[in-house]
C-alpha cells in the first residue's frame, strides 16, 4: 500500500523540500499552503517530475480552513500515514517582549502553535499505528538555552510547539503514533534570510529521517541533525 503524508507550509523553502523528498521515497504527498497560487505551482512543480502530489487549500491559522482541508483528503485516501507540520511564520524580530504588540504575539501562537495541535486532532482520525506527526520547532524555542532577545513571539511559539509535542507523543503512544519536533537550524530560506548556513536540504533531513527511517518506538523528543537535542 502506497504511503501517504500531509506537508503543510509547503509551497516554499523547507516545507517544498520535505515534500519533494518525500515525494521521491514514493509517498503519495498532500502539499498544504494557505496560498492556492503558490500552493497549485509547488504541487505542479512536484508533479511535472512524475511524482503523485496534490496541493490542499489550508490556513493553519483558520480552523474552518483545516476542517475544509479534512474533508478534502479524506475524500481521496483512506488513510495518513505521516503529516509534517511545518508551516510558521515569523513576524518579529531584534524587538523587546516588553513591547511586543498583543496582535502580533497572538497571531504567531495561533499559526505556528495551535494552528499545529489543530490540524493534528483534525487529522488524527486518517492516522493509524506506525503514524508518524513530526512538528518543525526551533532552537528558539529551548528553555534550556535560557532567554533570547531574538523574535520573542516567534521563539514563545516554539516553545509552545515543543509541549505540545509531548501532550501529543503521551497521548497517542497507546495507539502507536509517534510524535517528535525537530530544528532545521538556521536554513538559506526567505524566513531564514541572507546570512543563514544551512541548506534546505540540511534543514529537511531530520523531518524527513523521522518520517520514513526512524524507529517507530523514537517519540516525544526533540532533534537535529537525527541527534536528540535538549528542551
Known amino acids: 500500500m502506497m504511503k501517504t503524508a500531509l506537508v503543510t507550509g509547503a509551497n516554499k523553502g523547507i516545507g517544498l523540500e520535505i515534500a519533494k523528498e518525500l515525494c521521491e521515497k514514493g509517498f503519495n504527498v498532500f502539499l498544504a499552503a494557505r496560498n492556492p ?4 505551482e509547488a504541487a505542479s512543480y512536484l508533479v511535472r517530475q512524475k511524482y503523485l502530489c496534490t496541493f490542499v487549500p489550508m490556513d493553519v491559522a483558520d480552523s474552518a480552513s483545516i476542517r475544509e482541508a479534512f474533508r478534502f483528503v479524506s475524500s481521496k485516501i483512506q488513510h495518513l500515514d ?3 507540520n511545518n508551516a510558521g511564520i515569523l513576524l518579529d524580530h531584534s524587538q523587546s517582549i516588553l513591547t511586543t504588540p ?7 501562537l495561533q499559526t505556528n502553535a495551535v494552528g499545529a495541535l489543530l490540524v493534528a486532532q483534525t487529522f488524527l482520525p486518517l492516522m493509524q499505528r506506525g503514524g508518524r506527526i513530526i512538528n518543525v520547532s526551533s532552537s528558539g524555542g529551548q ?4 532567554a533570547s532577545t531574538f523574535a520573542p513571539a516567534y521563539c514563545i511559539s516554539k516553545t509552545t510547539m515543543n509541549a505540545i509535542t509531548l501532550q501529543l ?6 495507539q502507536g503514533i509517534a510524535v517528535n519536533a525537530m530544528c532545521p537550524g538556521w536554513v538559506q530560506t526567505e524566513m531564514g534570510g ?3 548556513q544551512r541548506t534546505v536540504q540540511q534543514g529537511a533531513d531530520t523531518a524527513v529521517w523521522l518520517a520514513t527511517e526512524a524507529p517507530q518506538a523514537l517519540t516525544g523528543k526533540f532533534l537535529q541533525d537525527r541527534k536528540e537535542i535538549v528542551w
Not at 37 to 40: I, Q, T
Not at 102 to 108: C, G, H, M, W
Open 102 to 108: 498583543e496582535s502580533l504575539i497572538l497571531t504567531t
Open 194 to 196: 541572507a546570512g543563514a
Open 169 to 174: 507523543a503521551s497521548e497517542l503512544a497507546p
Open 37 to 40: 497560487h503558490l500552493g497549485s
Open 143 to 146: 528553555i534550556s538555552r535560557g
Open 82 to 84: 505521516v503529516l509534517v
